[in-house]
């Protein structure tokens, strides 16, 4: 019987499986950023790596984001105000989709212990307030409030602990294989691999008997 779903934070409830470093990179090229992908990885990587422990706790998703392009500016040598329109841009996509996660964790925490489990920059929390999910969540583990990362084992674990549930009665839900199903995997837990571009839950899977999903709107006619 399952009592527990944990969820991905960042390229799942925000998206529909597509990590923020992605989505920034095709937001800069609709925007006219020519940069090539091997010039702008590391620098994305660089400007999310230094909020870990810097940004303040009480910092919500459209502070992140703009901090995010503020450092892209600084490595990219590239005019804020472009970046920050990307960034507004990617804000505005994300509280979209977090408005419809909202409303589908709504449904969800009649019969399920919510919980989010995310490597995140230590201000999870005011994001999950200012997207509106928290009244549906019963534990947000934050890697950098934990101090460890998906896919160590003690972060999973701190969620389960809070929910009161067990890896066996627990399903997590996200679109890294390496982090989140990898992780889950190794807890014993039943996953669901959010992948975009495979409709009807079609795909491979990351074990047997585990789904893969296009859309979080899949989620309760498969696991319910």
């Keep these: 019987m399952t009592r527990a779903l944990l969820f991905d934070f960042g390229g799942t ?114 994001v999950l307030d200012e997207a509106g999910l928290s009244p549906s969540i019963g534990v947000a583990v934050d890697s950098t409030v934990l101090g460890c990362k998906k896919p160590d084992p003690k972060i999973f674990q701190a969620a389960l602990d809070a929910l009161e549930a067990s890896p066996a009665e627990s399903v997590f839900i996200g679109d890294s294989f390496r982090r989140d199903m990898a992780g889950a995997r190794a807890m014993g837990m039943r996953h669901v691999w959010l992948r975009p571009g495979n409709p009807g839950g079609a795909g491979d899977p990351c074990c047997p008997d585990d789904l893969v999903i296009a859309r979080l709107a899949q989620l309760p006619e498969l696991v319910l």
């Design 13 to 126: 409830l925000d998206a529909e499986g597509v990590p923020w470093k992605e989505r920034f990179y095709r937001l800069s090229r609709e925007e006219g950023l020519d940069v090539p992908e091997t010039e702008f990885d590391p620098a994305f990587y660089g400007a999310t790596d230094t909020l870990e422990g810097t940004i303040p706790r009480d910092a919500g998703l459209r502070d992140t984001v703009e901090r995010v392009a503020d450092g892209l500016a600084v490595r990219l040598r590239r005019e804020p105000a472009l970046l920050r329109r990307i960034g507004g841009r990617f804000f505005d996509d994300a509280m979209q989709q977090l408005g419809a996660s909202a409303a589908l964790l709504s449904r969800l925490r009649e019969r399920y212990r919510i919980g989010i489990v995310s490597n995140f920059y230590g201000n999870l929390q005011a």
